[in-house]
């Protein structure tokens, strides 16, 4: 089994910033793809970033990309999702998932994704 854990939300003004890191442990036997994903109230879950973290691929989609970094520490083990210059659309429950190697391990790609998290919240105010 896999297990995935996110830590770090939180509240902040927008313009604010702050950091989410991600955990994959457990039966992993291959270099996995790491996304992270948002779900508001009332719509679906989208892709935010993604990355292969032992070859240092990013991918971030569009409302994002400039203001979010994805990016591994140096044992490769964790994944944080740095966010700067938030704003109120950016409240969410964001997620962090695992997509196995044969992955395209784009953000937009949520049904590759097949170990969630349970979630942290993140809430932007005006």
């Known amino acids: 089994q896999v297990q995935v854990t996110e830590s770090g939300g939180g509240s902040v003004q927008a313009g604010g910033s702050l950091r989410l890191s991600c955990l994959a442990s457990?039966?992993?036997?291959?270099?996995?793809?790491i996304g992270w994903f948002r779900q508001a109230p009332g719509e679906e879950r989208e892709g935010v970033a993604s990355m292969w973290p032992r070859l240092g691929r990013t991918y971030y989609t569009e409302s994002v990309e400039g203001r979010f970094t994805i990016s591994t520490d140096d044992a490769k083990t964790k994944v944080f999702l740095q966010m700067d210059s938030l704003k109120p659309e950016d409240t969410a429950l964001y997620y962090c998932a695992v997509a196995p190697p044969w992955a395209s391990c784009r953000p937009e790609s949520v049904n590759e994704y097949k170990n969630w998290g349970q979630g942290t919240q993140v809430t932007v105010s005006s």
């Open positions: 457990g039966d992993i036997t291959y270099s996995p793809c």
